[in-house]
């Protein structure tokens, strides 16, 4: 009899859960990246190692810095931070010196993150937050691009990599130009040999890239934006795995074609301005496959009822086209995502769901 | 309207562990040697006692009356002699009123009270009084007493009558054995409220993994019986009254409503079989099946269990293993979990399940909009604003533009959450703050 002496424990229903957890999710996110962090480096080199390891090991560093502040536990174990440090990496220039990376990196946790209460809580993507604040702070740094798949790329970095702390990048134009006449002794002749990417080309060249290249990432850009192929196969992963919400980068490129294929169709009619470029460059080129499928869609910072999250898609879709179209910069994804992160609690306070019964769809 | 494929939107699938018990035959458990009997165990008002200390009473005899017509009459589930009428702790914490007997060991335990009322010539009026006399509530788990669903509002035409043989909570078994073992009871309950309704259609919606009962049901059903078995979509949480509306008839229950608003009643399965076997003899609910399982018990399986019995020796008949943890009265869903092994089985309790420790628990964190529990809220809710707004106690805001007081509790949300945040545990917090303000702004 007195074997039974059980002193129940208590607890609220449901007793029984998934067994997922928000660590889980980011670990996949994580894993999701690293094909693109992998192929970064094979295009790009050593410098594109060191610049990950760089954002990364700063986040978590400022993760650290500002939870002990806070007398909080340290939060860096649930994986969010690492994934800010690869996101902000992965959209910064090959070359960017790494002493700016950091910069970017504490900004990115400090102003993006920690200041907004952590994880959750943010309203921006905070890779995106860094990385507008070295766009403002270091204008020619961050748009100072290497081609890809230089001969050395495994052996030596980029000269303005290692630039010491509060100086002026090391300019590359020589260094280049040495490269350049390395490899064409050895018949390896590269298109449109210079760093411009694509989009400058594009904008204030009227030089068109083929989108095909586009795809495959044999072109300059940031670090983890130039294939297109692989970022669209790490977001079906995730996609698949219900850790990314399918319909933002749908959305995205919804938003974009709905834009650029009238203006590339008819646009010498529409407006004042010939040769809009293929929808097909406008989707694969720059950021905007890493951004509508890894930033966007960022959990945190991006709406959750169906209805805000098409508008929200939709907007940065339509918005990236304008800015590239239209405004000043050849680039706009980052902007656009910015801008409609801060629509998000507008976007929701408009949009709530429809209770099951009140006939609403 | 959405589609209907006899699912609904939204909802989980956890994993079911029925198969526990589900090949288990209903086993009789033996008597108690004390039974406590709660003057409330259902919903509204609570009965009033018809015996005092020292009375002997025979199995099945009335031992307190319906207050009201919101009310029910208590059988005695023994005969036995009543030992005090007192306050004892209940499942859900507050002390109630609560009949205590000792059950007389050497009884025979024949029910005595039978009345052999004559089905045939009934009318809708009569019946609806026998199953308020009957003691009968929704033993699917509401405890609603079945008789008031038996009277819609006027202004509801009812027109269909609905059977629910869901039993979407996983580890729960009972309905599923009461449809395989006692299908012709199931029917000739159906047949009698119909008659109390005074329509004519009846459906038996059952999930698709107890295809079985399915076709044990539908192998008894005679040619004009008007009734219909439909298989739907094994998807919890399938057994919530207005998700198979939805999934039987496409027909959807406004919010704040009543499914006789649609023109449907709904009646557990196990409510049924009872009925059938209890109104033509005039007997009471004394006992019910209880699903008996868990990671934790040593012979699980379905018993027929007087009500009253003690959950303490229930325990003990089904045999603990040392990692007990927790006790689970109801489904591991939407039941609850128990602090004193002193409570009684109730009319209401269709399992109850001893758990090991979780192995794997994840710690609490800060919601990162996932949208998972949108996605798994099954009246479309959005509970992850709805936990924001919990957490800075903003229960009113809840209420008014968030439609808190549509939640019935399923616990998908907090079910999938990655966070691991409690957020049914914030509603019903809500909930009842809000109630008590408005009840203290009326007084």
Same mark, same amino acid.
């Given at each position: 009899?007195?074997?039974?002496?059980?002193?129940? &424990?208590?607890?609220?229903?449901?007793?029984?859960?998934?067994?997922?957890?928000?660590?889980?999710?980011?670990?996949?996110?994580?894993?999701?990246?690293?094909?693109?962090?992998? /192929?970064?480096?094979?295009?790009?080199?050593?410098?594109?190692?060191?610049?990950?390891?760089?954002?990364?090991?700063?986040?978590?560093?400022?993760?650290?810095?500002?939870?002990?502040?806070?007398?909080?536990?340290?939060?860096?174990?649930?994986?969010?931070?690492?994934?800010?440090?690869?996101?902000?990496?992965?959209?910064?220039?090959?070359?960017?010196?790494?002493?700016? %990376?950091?910069?970017?990196?504490?900004?990115?946790?400090?102003?993006?993150?920690?200041?907004?209460?952590?994880?959750? /809580?943010?309203?921006?993507?905070?890779?995106?937050?860094?990385?507008?604040?070295?766009?403002?702070?270091?204008?020619?740094?961050?748009?100072?691009?290497?081609?890809?798949?230089?001969?050395?790329?495994?052996?030596?970095?980029?000269?303005?990599?290692?630039?010491?702390?509060?100086?002026?990048?090391?300019?590359?134009?020589?260094?280049?130009?040495?490269?350049?006449?390395?490899?064409?002794?050895?018949?390896?002749?590269?298109?449109?040999?210079?760093?411009?990417?694509?989009?400058?080309?594009?904008?204030?060249?009227?030089?068109?890239?083929?989108?095909?290249?586009?795809?495959?990432?044999?072109?300059?850009?940031?670090?983890?934006?130039?294939?297109?192929?692989?970022?669209?196969?790490?977001?079906?992963?995730?996609?698949?795995?219900?850790?990314?919400?399918?319909?933002?980068?749908?959305?995205?490129?919804?938003?974009?074609?709905?834009?650029?294929?009238?203006?590339?169709?008819?646009?010498?009619?529409?407006?004042?301005?010939? &040769?809009?470029? &293929?929808?097909?460059?406008?989707?694969?080129?720059?950021?905007?496959?890493?951004? %509508?499928?890894?930033?966007?869609?960022?959990?945190?910072?991006?709406?959750?009822?169906?209805?805000?999250?098409?508008?929200?898609?939709?907007?940065?879709?339509?918005?990236?086209?304008?800015?590239?179209?239209?405004?000043?910069?050849?680039?706009?994804?980052?902007?656009?995502?910015?801008?409609?992160?801060?629509?998000?609690?507008?976007?929701?306070?408009?949009?709530?769901?429809?209770?099951?019964?009140?006939?609403?769809? | 309207?959405?589609?209907?494929?006899?699912?609904?939107?939204?909802?989980?699938?956890?994993?079911?562990?029925?198969?526990?018990?589900?090949?288990?035959?209903?086993?009789?458990?033996?008597?108690?040697?004390?039974?406590?009997?709660?003057?409330?165990? @259902?919903?509204?008002?609570?009965?009033?006692?018809? +015996?005092?200390?020292?009375?002997? +009473?025979?199995?099945?005899?009335?031992?307190?009356?319906?207050?009201?017509?919101?009310?029910?009459?208590?059988?005695?589930?023994?005969?036995?002699?009543?030992?005090?009428? $007192?306050?004892?702790?209940?499942?859900?914490?507050?002390?109630?009123?609560?009949?205590?007997?000792?059950?007389?060991?050497?009884?025979?335990?024949?029910?005595?009270? !039978?009345?052999?009322?004559?089905?045939?010539?009934?009318?809708?009026?009569?019946?609806?009084?026998?199953?308020?006399?009957?003691?009968? +509530?929704?033993?699917?788990?509401?405890?609603?007493?079945?008789?008031?669903?038996?009277?819609?509002?006027?202004?509801?035409?009812?027109?269909?009558? +609905?059977?629910?043989?869901?039993?979407? #909570?996983?580890?729960?078994?009972?309905?599923?054995?009461?449809?395989?073992?006692?299908?012709?009871?199931?029917? =000739?309950?159906?047949?009698?409220? =119909?008659?109390?309704?005074?329509?004519?259609?009846?459906?038996?919606?059952?999930?698709?993994?107890?295809?079985?009962?399915?076709?044990?049901? $539908?192998?008894?059903?005679?040619?004009?019986? $008007?009734?219909?078995?439909?298989?739907?979509?094994?998807?919890?949480?399938?057994?919530?009254?207005?998700?198979?509306?939805?999934?039987?008839?496409?027909?959807?229950?406004?919010?704040?409503?009543?499914?006789?608003?649609?023109?449907?009643?709904?009646?557990?399965?196990?409510?049924?079989?009872?009925?059938?076997?209890?109104?033509?003899?005039?007997?009471?609910?004394?006992?019910?099946?209880?699903?008996?399982?868990?990671?934790?018990?040593?012979?699980?399986?379905?018993?027929?269990?007087?009500?009253?019995?003690?959950?303490?020796?229930?325990?003990?008949?089904?045999?603990?293993?040392?990692?007990?943890?927790?006790?689970?009265?109801?489904?591991?869903?939407?039941?609850?979990?128990?602090?004193?092994?002193?409570?009684?089985?109730?009319?209401?309790?269709?399992?109850?399940?001893?758990?090991?420790?979780?192995?794997?628990? @994840?710690?609490?964190?800060?919601?990162?909009?996932?949208?998972?529990?949108? !996605?798994?809220?099954?009246?479309?809710?959005?509970?992850?604003?709805?936990?924001?707004?919990?957490?800075?106690?903003?229960?009113?805001?809840?209420?008014?533009?968030?439609?808190?007081?549509?939640?019935? #509790?399923?616990?998908?949300?907090?079910?999938?959450?990655?966070?691991?945040?409690?957020?049914?545990?914030?509603?019903?917090?809500?909930?009842?703050?809000?109630?008590?303000?408005?009840?203290?702004?009326?007084?």
């Amino acid at each position: 009899m007195s074997k039974f002496k059980l002193i129940p &424990n208590l607890s609220s229903s449901p007793h029984v859960r998934l067994g997922i957890s928000v660590n889980q999710i980011m670990y996949q996110v994580i894993y999701a990246l690293l094909p693109i962090c992998a /192929y970064a480096i094979y295009a790009f080199g050593l410098s594109v190692l060191l610049l990950i390891v760089c954002c990364v090991i700063v986040s978590i560093l400022t993760e650290s810095l500002f939870c002990k502040l806070a007398r909080k536990s340290n939060t860096i174990a649930d994986g969010s931070v690492i994934i800010t440090g690869i996101l902000l990496a992965l959209c910064l220039p090959p070359g960017f010196p790494l002493w700016m %990376a950091a910069v970017a990196a504490f900004i990115s946790v400090a102003l993006g993150k920690v200041l907004f209460g952590g994880l959750g /809580y943010n309203v921006f993507n905070p890779a995106l937050v860094g990385r507008a604040f070295v766009q403002a702070a270091f204008p020619s740094a961050i748009v100072t691009w290497t081609p890809p798949f230089l001969s050395g790329r495994f052996t030596e970095l980029i000269p303005s990599t290692m630039t010491m702390p509060f100086m002026k990048p090391i300019a590359i134009d020589n260094w280049l130009s040495i490269k350049q006449t390395a490899m064409q002794s050895t018949a390896q002749v590269v298109d449109a040999f210079t760093g411009a990417t694509p989009l400058a080309l594009q904008k204030f060249e009227q030089i068109p890239t083929p989108w095909q290249d586009l795809l495959s990432g044999t072109v300059a850009g940031s670090s983890g934006e130039t294939s297109a192929i692989i970022i669209v196969l790490c977001g079906l992963y995730l996609a698949v795995k219900k850790m990314l919400d399918w319909r933002i980068p749908v959305g995205v490129i919804l938003g974009a074609l709905c834009l650029s294929l009238p203006l590339w169709l008819w646009g010498d009619v529409l407006t004042d301005q010939p &040769n809009y470029p &293929n929808p097909l460059f406008v989707l694969f080129s720059g950021g905007l496959m890493l951004g %509508a499928v890894f930033m966007a869609s960022d959990m945190v910072s991006s709406p959750l009822t169906s209805r805000a999250v098409w508008i929200y898609a939709i907007f940065i879709g339509v918005l990236t086209v304008l800015i590239r179209f239209f405004g000043g910069l050849n680039e706009g994804v980052m902007y656009a995502i910015l801008l409609a992160n801060a629509l998000v609690p507008l976007l929701s306070s408009i949009s709530g769901t429809s209770v099951f019964g009140s006939g609403k769809k | 309207m959405l589609s209907s494929e006899n699912t609904f939107l939204h909802g989980i699938h956890p994993p079911d562990f029925k198969a526990l018990t589900c090949d288990l035959p209903i086993q009789r458990l033996p008597f108690a040697p004390q039974l406590l009997i709660p003057l409330s165990q @259902h919903a509204g008002k609570p009965s009033i006692s018809l +015996v005092k200390a020292g009375d002997e +009473v025979v199995r099945g005899q009335p031992i307190a009356k319906a207050d009201g017509f919101f009310s029910v009459p208590q059988h005695a589930p023994a005969s036995g002699r009543i030992k005090s009428i $007192q306050l004892m702790p209940s499942a859900r914490g507050p002390k109630v009123e609560t009949i205590i007997m000792e059950v007389f060991a050497a009884d025979t335990q024949e029910q005595g009270y !039978d009345f052999k009322h004559d089905m045939q010539d009934t009318n809708s009026e009569q019946l609806i009084q026998y199953v308020q006399d009957s003691g009968m +509530v929704g033993l699917g788990g509401a405890a609603f007493p079945t008789h008031v669903k038996l009277k819609p509002p006027p202004e509801h035409q009812v027109d269909t009558l +609905v059977a629910n043989g869901c039993e979407c #909570e996983p580890y729960l078994t009972c309905d599923h054995r009461l449809m395989l073992e006692q299908p012709d009871n199931l029917l =000739k309950g159906i047949r009698l409220l =119909k008659k109390a309704l005074q329509i004519d259609k009846a459906i038996i919606g059952i999930e698709d993994n107890k295809l079985d009962a399915v076709e044990v049901i $539908q192998k008894h059903i005679k040619s004009d019986d $008007q009734i219909e078995v439909k298989a739907v979509k094994t998807k919890y949480p399938q057994g919530a009254e207005k998700m198979l509306i939805h999934a039987l008839l496409g027909r959807d229950v406004p919010p704040g409503n009543f499914p006789s608003s649609v023109g449907v009643s709904v009646f557990n399965v196990g409510t049924l079989t009872q009925l059938g076997e209890l109104l033509p003899l005039g007997r009471g609910v004394i006992e019910r099946v209880v699903t008996v399982s868990g990671n934790a018990v040593q012979r699980p399986g379905n018993y027929l269990v007087p009500i009253g019995t003690p959950i303490d020796f229930l325990l003990k008949y089904v045999g603990l293993e040392d990692k007990a943890y927790e006790v689970i009265l109801g489904g591991p869903m939407m039941g609850m979990s128990i602090a004193s092994l002193d409570v009684p089985v109730t009319k209401a309790m269709s399992g109850m399940l001893v758990m090991q420790k979780q192995s794997q628990q @994840h710690p609490i964190q800060p919601c990162i909009r996932c949208g998972y529990c949108l !996605d798994a809220c099954p009246m479309m809710l959005n509970p992850s604003i709805l936990g924001l707004l919990a957490r800075s106690g903003d229960y009113e805001q809840m209420q008014k533009y968030y439609h808190l007081n549509d939640c019935f #509790e399923c616990g998908c949300c907090t079910y999938v959450c990655p966070a691991q945040i409690p957020l049914i545990q914030y509603f019903r917090i809500a909930k009842s703050s809000n109630l008590n303000n408005r009840q203290k702004s009326t007084t």
